[in-house]
């Protein structure tokens, strides 16, 4: 019953900018976290950035600086702002919330070019 509605991927330039939001629905008791994981072809799943039920952040050494996570509590929505892209971060970015369990949305690409 849970769902993840991911949306905001898509084609940046580099130096360019894009916006993720993912929406939870279906929620029965209090969200734990909501973050942001990315896998690249060839490459590991790796965090990109998450925040926890008391509002502390964490980053992936590879986005800070340039990557800034918030939620909206009221609306189960965790976004993250992506500046100063560039062709290494492109790569399938998953949405990841923590409730009794982890649940994961399916993926949205985003595709960064030279």
């Known amino acids: 019953q849970v769902r993840l509605v991911e949306s905001g991927g898509g084609l940046a330039q580099a130096g360019g900018s894009l916006r993720l939001a993912c929406a939870a629905s279906?929620?029965?008791?209090?969200?734990?976290?909501m973050g942001w994981y990315r896998q690249a072809p060839g490459n590991q799943r790796e965090l990109v950035a998450g925040?926890?039920?008391?509002?502390?952040?964490t980053y992936g050494d590879s986005v800070k600086g340039r990557f800034t996570i918030s939620r909206d509590v009221a609306k189960n929505t965790v976004y993250l702002q992506m500046d100063s892209l560039n062709p290494e971060d492109t790569a399938v970015y998953y949405c990841?919330?923590?409730?009794?369990?982890?649940?994961w949305g399916k993926g949205t690409l985003v595709t960064v070019s030279s």
């Open positions: 990841n919330v923590v409730e009794r369990t982890s649940y």
């Open positions: 279906g929620i029965i008791f209090r969200i734990n976290t």
């Open positions: 925040i926890t039920s008391g509002g502390s952040t």
